[in-house]
């Protein structure tokens, strides 16, 4: 396990690298002017040329992606325009509400997909099998943004169960605040891992073992619970690793909708306000976020099936 | 209608997509309302006979913007999967078809794109560039090839080395004749049927942006637009919002559907 985990981070080095690349040139070599769009009709020549300046995009752009280096390797990810703080202050501020928010979403979708998939599976092809998946591809087309006010008339406003926005101070008024956002995300993830745990079920309740143990005389119960689902949940973790990104992108959109103080307005208003050194800074953190979640996804996999550690 | 019993879902999404090509075509020549038409005397009315979805803020008759809203983003959203799909398609065959160095190099590329989330990549773009509609097209184009050159390079990776390819190869077809002709037409199915899925996540994505402020500008009327005027009057007209939303939805299942059907069908038999 220890050779499986450090071959995962030597992994890790280039795509790091690459991304700190990506993000650059993406950035920069675009045809956008950050000194123009920051200053907008208020700046004249003059202006731009300080700004510029300032932001370092009068240099080449080698040198300019030296100093962004330079900037990622000290640890402050740049200096935040509007904010005038470093980007990293502020990223640290922001993180806890959206990690919690998907880590309260992926509960939940966990906890919805479990049972409906394991529902789904045993009823193949019938009714009920059926209605889930078109319940479902609905779910999939649902813009999130138009669900989550969706669920604030229906929920906040027509029955006043929850609040229309913010994040609350304690565990219990955090749990009640959020439910509705981490609501939206869970079911667009629900609606992505439940087909492939009906479909990783099916696969495991065909294999021969599966005969045996029914042969033996193990009851539904059993059978499902400690022969199929324990070995088709173990497929759908890498699952469910695949769409951390869908889920970090989500958290975007939704925590605007509810005025999250997340990682996800913060990028949202970093557009808005023009802060050039911010949006680059939170780009990067997203892209990091979703790469060390599916470390963690593919460690816990690892750790759940010894065959991948050996491969 | 044994061929509707052996795919259900491609019927059904063809015969929505016809429905809504006829909607988005009826919405361009006729509405019920001027979709633009200010009425202050108007404002707010919740859905009636008159105003069948209600009206907004400004008195529009919301059903006829949601009717001419149509075309805007079904325009946006092929075009969003169309030519990142051309982009990505070509990439991928060169990728698989060349192998090597060139392979490796396009393949780690798609390994770091693949790293940031879709939206995070596709509102940093649009926020350096600025919003608006041409600027929607170039994001989109830069981050939605990957999905499609991953899945033809795949397919072109195994095809190469089939026997078929190995005897025009021995009759004298050149390099591209052999990837036009004999490679690519068996390699674009699984392309395409990821076409279908692409575009409903590019019309949530085109309305999120819309909605956020990042994509089509007002007063189009464009469904996440009018999903976001509504968001400040959901206390007292829940219409404005909530009609737009289910054109988004009705497009998207149709296009599911399609993405189902055209799975079930032009997977190879046996």
């Keep these: 396990m220890l050779i499986y985990i450090v071959k995962r981070l030597a992994q890790l080095v280039p795509v790091l690298f690459g991304i700190t690349l990506a993000c650059f040139l993406l950035l920069r070599a675009l045809p956008g002017d950050p000194a123009t769009l920051l200053l907008g009709a208020r700046g004249g020549p003059e202006e731009i040329a300080l700004m510029k300046q300032r932001l370092g995009l009068d240099l080449p752009l080698w040198r300019q992606y030296l100093l962004f280096l330079a900037d990622i390797g000290s ?46 599976a045993m009823r193949r092809g019938g009714p009920v099998d059926l209605a889930i998946k078109l319940a479902f591809t609905i779910v999939i087309a649902m813009p999130s943004f138009w669900l989550g006010l969706i669920f604030v ?5 027509w029955l006043p169960l929850f609040p229309t926005s913010g994040y609350g101070d304690d565990l219990l008024s955090r749990l009640h605040h959020t439910t509705l956002p981490a609501l939206v995300i869970a079911l667009a993830t629900a609606s992505l891992t439940i087909r492939s745990l009906r479909s990783a079920i099916l696969a495991v309740l065909g294999s021969d073992y599966v005969t045996t143990a029914r042969a033996k005389g193990a009851g539904t119960g059993r059978l499902m619970g400690v022969h199929v689902l324990p070995n088709a949940l173990i497929s759908s973790i890498s699952v469910l690793g695949a769409h951390t990104s869908w889920v970090i992108g989500g958290t975007v959109v ?58 | 209608m044994s061929r509707f019993r052996s795919n259900p879902s491609l019927f059904v999404g063809l015969a929505m997509l016809a429905l809504l090509a006829a909607f988005v075509a009826l919405g361009q020549v006729w509405t019920p309302h001027d979709p633009f038409e200010v009425d202050y005397g108007n404002t707010l009315q919740a859905p009636s006979l008159a105003n069948w979805f209600g009206t907004d803020d400004l008195g529009r008759d919301v059903a006829s913007r949601v009717l001419a809203g149509g075309y805007v983003d079904l325009k946006v959203a092929l075009i969003c999967v169309a030519a990142p799909a051309v982009l990505g398609v070509v990439i991928g065959a060169i990728s698989g078809f060349i192998g090597g160095r060139v392979d490796t190099f396009i393949m780690r590329v798609t390994d770091i794109f693949w790293a940031f989330p879709f939206y995070v990549l596709v509102i940093a773009i649009v926020g350096v560039l600025g919003p608006g509609e041409a600027n929607l097209y170039l994001a989109f184009l ?24 190995q005897a025009a190869r021995s009759l004298g077809c050149t390099t591209p004749r052999i990837v036009t002709a004999h490679i690519l037409p068996n390699a674009v199915n699984p392309a395409i049927v990821y076409a279908m899925a692409d575009v409903v996540l590019t019309i949530l994505a085109v309305t999120s942006l819309s909605f956020l402020g990042l994509g089509i500008q007002p007063p189009t009327p464009e469904w996440g637009l009018m999903i976001s005027d509504g968001r400040q009057f959901l206390f007292d007209a829940w219409w404005i919002a909530t009609f737009p939303g289910f054109a988004i939805i009705y497009t998207g299942v149709t296009f599911a559907l399609i993405g189902e059907g055209l799975d079930t069908a032009l997977r190879p038999k046996g």
């Design chain 1, 75 to 120: 640890g402050s990810l740049g200096r935040s325009v509007v904010h005038a703080r470093p980007v990293m202050q502020l990223v640290l501020e922001r993180l806890p509400a959206t990690l919690w928010l998907v880590a309260y979403s992926t509960v939940l979708a966990v906890a919805m997909t479990v049972p409906l998939a394991l529902w789904s």
């Design chain 1, 153 to 157: 008339i229906l929920f906040a406003i």
């Design chain 2, 142 to 165: 830069l981050v939605n090839w990957i999905s499609f050159a991953r899945i033809v390079r795949g397919e072109v990776l195994v095809l190469r080395n089939l026997e078929f390819v």
């Design chain 1, 254 to 311: 939704i925590e605007t909708v509810f005025a999250l103080p997340g990682l996800g307005s913060l990028f949202v208003e970093s557009i808005f306000s023009r802060d050039y050194p911010l949006i680059q800074g939170l780009t990067i953190v997203f892209a990091v976020l979703v790469v060390l979640i599916n470390l963690a996804t593919d460690l816990a996999y690892a750790l759940a099936d010894p065959r991948i550690r050996l491969e």
